[in-house]
């Protein structure tokens, strides 16, 4: 009836807030999964792939929502495609999780105590870019508020930079962690050997996911 | 003066009032009511309030514009074959045709949801019955043009504005470090720009009008007196976010800004009315200059090319608009406050100022512009400055082919109304009119 307020489409950018956080919960579940390997706990790594798998499709639900915020006539303080980007890129991070949940399952595979710390450091190192995103990424309601400018763009630039440099270091602990593996050629069965780098690859495509995220959200700010 | 021609006319302004009440003036509210400043009940009673000022005291400068600007009554009395009091009569019926179909086009526009312009139709209407009465050249085509294009530079000069202001508000404080001790720095400038265009316009042109033996009213005396309104309550505003942000600069930031929002409240119910009344200084003109043109023929028996505005026409339409708010502009403003809007206090405040400022301009040039387009122009200019997280690009294209439609429809309908009007009414008119003139 009102055409001007018909003229104001909803906000993207809060409905965005609450997917970024619950995919940062899918990726929180990846310690307590390792941990669960460690114990040779089987049930409970089966019991955790089931939380996974539901807080992904919660994230889904959530995206399927942004999604409805975001109608091709909106026009918007960003660009679209960029916008779209990083949702399918957030999408990505719970996919990959919920993957490395569902490959702990497929098999009763034991941590060799050889890498354990290196893994543990690894998924620590994942989590730590997963959660710079997400300390950038819930930021996107003030940028709104500062129409994407300002020193709220500049905190959000340069925690982007930061995301970069752990999603390198990342990279570094996989492929030394992927050397430290084949190393045990002798003591491991091959089967173990693909399973640990599968393991390996999955979690470092959550990284991945993670700084392409942070790309998007960058130049969503730099429009 | 025949009284029941003249009860007729004003119940055809009083519903032309009606009209605009009802569909427009919940738009100049929006703001306030869309950002919570406001409740429904609250935003109906200020806009009243200001509707009704707006109308009385500022609204009798575009009443000329419309009735002889666009169409020349000269070029009536000029045409052959006319009998005596023809050319009156013809105007009184043309006049009468403009309201009731500018009138009835709105209330359609209001039933279907269509968002149109009540300057808009009344203009097309007066257009329609030039282009009938005395033909295509009757119609001052160059006025109209210069109307016309109007249309899209108040839209423009409005969006222009409100990227300007947001940008300025946008940089010096939601960008700062500490938004809430930028705000108090900052925010006294704003409200000094608000007071400035808005006693301004109220005293230079209302009460100048109202008052019109009032010599000492000059144009240094009005600057003096807007200025120093403008600076009280720029030394109130200072105190008010002082108190309010004062020791707030180390809060989290998300928290800051919308102290800052908060802080904007009673700027963005200001400034809304600031938009209320202009509307009300614009649009009244839209129901009750037609009938200012009747009422002076049917008085004088004469057609004249200036024609006063009796305070009763004002006061009439501005009644009307009240009116429609209350009974019908009432339902449109509930629905506007339930629906979640994103447009926040400092955002309302930018477009409202625009708006504001645009639209009296415009109105001291004499050019009846639309309120709602340079509103919606001023919103849109907020969202090229990335302020809005959505902007429904289908309702702004909606809202600009209902801009194109206007006035041919308007046109066409006072065409049927006026032919109508003629075949059944002239002689009856005719002698009013001369009835008139041996008064």
New interface residues.
């Given amino acids: 009836m009102n055409i001007i307020q018909e003229l104001f489409g909803k906000s993207p950018f809060g409905p965005l807030v609450e997917h970024t956080k619950k995919v940062h919960e899918c990726v929180e579940m990846i310690r307590p999964l390792m941990e669960a390997l460690v114990n040779e706990n089987y049930d409970e790594i089966r019991r955790l792939q089931d939380q996974v798998s539901r807080l992904e499709y919660e994230a889904d639900t959530i995206k399927h929502n942004v999604r409805e915020h975001l109608p091709r006539r909106y026009f918007m303080p960003v660009e679209r495609v960029d916008l779209e980007r990083f949702i399918s890129s957030q999408d990505n991070i719970a996919d990959k999780a919920e993957d490395f949940a569902v490959i702990l399952t497929l098999r009763k595979t034991k941590l060799h105590p050889e890498v354990m710390d290196k893994f543990f450091e690894f998924v620590d190192q994942i989590f730590q870019v997963t959660g710079t995103l997400l300390t950038a990424a819930v930021e996107l309601s003030n940028l709104a508020e500062a129409s994407f400018s300002g020193a709220e763009a500049k905190v959000v630039l340069n925690l982007l930079k930061g995301l970069n440099e752990e999603e390198w270091k990342a990279d570094r602990m996989a492929r030394s962690l992927s050397k430290d593996v084949y190393a045990l050629e002798k003591q491991l069965d091959p089967i173990t050997i693909i399973f640990y780098e599968k393991m390996i690859l999955t979690l470092g495509s959550i990284a991945n996911e993670a700084e392409n995220a942070g790309d998007m959200l960058r130049t969503m700010i730099l429009k | 003066m025949d009284i029941l021609i003249l009860a007729v006319m004003a119940l055809l302004g009083l519903y032309m009032a009606w009209n605009i009440g009802a569909n427009d003036v ?2 100049s509210m ?1 703001d306030a009511v ?1 950002s919570g400043a406001l409740s429904v009940k609250q935003a109906v009673i200020a806009a009243g309030i200001c509707e009704f000022a707006g109308a009385v005291l500022v609204g009798s400068h575009v009443t000329d514009t419309i009735r002889k600007g666009i169409v020349d009554p000269s070029a009536l009395a000029s045409m052959p074959g006319m009998l005596e009091g023809e050319p009156a009569a013809l105007l009184v019926i043309g006049m009468s045709a403009a309201l009731l179909s500018a009138a009835v086009w709105l209330n359609f526009a209001t039933w279907t ?1 269509m ?1 149109v312009s009540t300057t808009h139709s009344i203009v097309g209407a007066v257009a329609g019955f030039g282009i009938v009465a005395a033909g295509i050249g009757s119609v001052n085509w160059g006025k109209m043009g210069q109307i016309v294009a109007s249309w899209f530079i108040s839209p423009f000069a409005g969006g222009l504005m409100a990227f300007i202001i ?1 940008k300025i508000i ?2 010096m404080i ?4 500490q ?1 809430a001790k930028a705000a108090i720095k900052v925010t006294p400038y704003i409200v000094f720009f608000l007071a400035m265009v808005v006693t301004l316009a109220t005293i230079y042109k209302g009460f100048k009008h109202v008052l019109k033996g009032i010599d000492w009213l000059t144009d240094t005396h009005t600057l003096l007196i807007a200025l120093a309104i403008s600076i009280v309550s720029t030394i109130i505003s200072r105190l008010h976010v002082k108190k309010k942000l004062g020791d707030k600069g180390s809060l989290p ?2 928290q800051q ?1 919308e102290l800052v ?1 908060e802080v904007y409240v009673p700027l963005v119910i200001i400034s809304s009315c600031a938009v209320a009344f202009a509307h009300g200084a614009n649009d009244v003109a839209n129901s009750v200059g037609p009938l200012a043109a009747v009422a002076n023929i049917l008085k004088t028996g004469t057609v004249e090319m200036k024609v006063p505005v009796p305070l009763w026409i004002l006061v009439l339409g501005g009644f009307g608009i009240v009116l429609g708010l209350a009974t019908y502009g009432y ?3 509930a ?2 406050g339930t ?6 206090p400092t955002r309302g405040v930018a477009a409202d100022i625009a708006a504001t400022a645009t639209v009296l301009i415009c109105t001291r040039m004499k050019l009846p512009v639309s309120t ?1 387009h340079t ?2 122009g001023a ?1 849109m200019g907020i ?1 090229l ?12 294209k ?2 600009f082919k209902s801009w194109l439609v206007t006035v041919p429809a308007a046109a066409i309908v006072c065409i049927i109304l006026f032919l109508i009007g003629r075949a059944f009414l002239l002689d009856f008119v005719r002698e009013l009119v001369l009835a008139a003139r041996i008064a």
Avoid at chain 2, 385 to 396: E, N, P, V
Wanted: proline share 4%; glycine share 12%.
């Fill in positions: 919940a738009n929006a869309g949801g968002p947001f946008s940089r939601l960008g700062q470090e938004p930031l998300a800004l929002e339902r449109v403003m629905t506007v629906k979640i809007t994103e447009i926040t709602t509103l919606v919103i969202g400055a990335r302020g809005l997280t959505g902007i429904d690009s289908r309702i702004a909606k809202i």
